[in-house]
């Protein structure tokens, strides 16, 4: 059984940083792509940043230049280091990852979130 399991969120100050990892746990054959989404009240969860399994990566504009996507594939990891983070990068955070399970079966798998909090 895969499990995805975020954590790294908190609450900082802006401008501060921030790391997220993102663990999948399981036996897993591979991973085709990482994403990490947020979401607030109220609102649609929005796509924050992405990388492929040949390390291709994708950000929103609104995090462009400030978040850096990454992934351990060894460890079936996968990061989102958050520097000069703004109020409005408050959310809960989503892991997602598009992978191949030891059945072969391909299959969408999410965390459980983890909360960011940025405020002065």
């Known amino acids: 059984q895969v499990q995805i399991v975020e954590s790294g969120g908190g609450s900082v100050q802006p401008g501060e940083s921030l790391r997220l990892s993102c663990t999948i746990y399981?036996?897993?054959?591979?991973?085709?792509?990482l994403n990490w989404y947020r979401q607030t009240p109220g609102e649609q969860r929005e796509k924050v940043a992405s990388?492929?399994?040949?390390?291709?990566?994708t950000y929103a504009d609104s995090v462009l230049g400030r978040f850096t996507i990454s992934r351990e594939w060894n460890r079936n990891a996968g990061y989102l280091q958050m520097d000069s983070l703004k109020p409005a990068d408050t959310a809960v955070y989503y892991c997602?990852?598009?992978?191949?399970?030891?059945?072969?079966?391909?299959?969408?798998?999410w965390g459980q979130g983890t909360q960011v909090f940025v405020s002065s």
């Open positions: 990388i492929t399994a040949r390390g291709t990566t």
């Open positions: 997602n990852a598009d992978l191949v399970d030891s059945l072969g079966i391909v299959g969408d798998y």
């Open positions: 399981g036996t897993i054959v591979s991973i085709n792509q």
